[in-house]
């Protein structure tokens, strides 16, 4: 299959920042003006909890379904708004490592789309991206900041 016969993803990384909401807009209407997909990847953080293999688990357990609430809810956002529905992934582990491992398994992915806080730090996925992934991810990178407004968002795509 050449490259031109693949369809695009956009994979975003989800999470329960404001700006998110942004980058769920913007990357589900753009893949669907142009007869991509979307994907969106959750990451549960390494549990600090080390001292019973049983109580770690369950902290886990815990986090998957919290995500898995989540994402069923910005699934049925990325639906009403483009009629498609996005894969769901969640992956546990370093936010920098399991994006790497994520794009190099999926060579559909043609487009990382992060947000952007816009009022000091721009948070902690721009900051991975910046110092650790820059020089393993070979795709484009659309960065949306979180202060673009709905009608922004909606003339850009």
């Given at each position: ?18 700006e998110?909401k ?12 142009v007869?991509?997909?979307l ?27 919290q ?6 809810g ?25 994006i ?16 952007a806080?816009?009022?000091g ?12 992934l820059l ?16 009608e ?6």
């Open positions: 299959m050449s490259h031109l016969d693949r369809k695009w993803k956009f994979l975003v990384v989800a999470d329960d920042t404001p998110f942004k980058v769920l807009r913007l990357a589900s209407l753009r893949a669907s003006k007869g991509g997909s994907v969106m990847l959750y990451i549960i953080p390494p549990a600090d909890f080390q001292h019973w293999v049983s109580v770690r688990e369950l902290m886990e357990e815990e986090a998957r379904q995500a898995e609430e989540m994402l069923t910005f699934a049925r956002e990325v639906e009403a708004l483009s009629g498609m529905t996005p894969e769901i992934v969640i992956r546990s582990g370093e936010p920098r490592e399991v790497a491992e994520y794009i190099s398994e999926d060579q559909d992915v043609h487009l990382l789309v992060l947000g806080e816009v009022d730090d721009p948070g902690p996925l721009i900051r991975i991206f910046r110092e650790e020089g393993v991810c070979h795709m484009p990178v659309l960065v949306v900041p979180g202060n673009m407004t709905e922004e968002i909606d003339k850009f795509v």
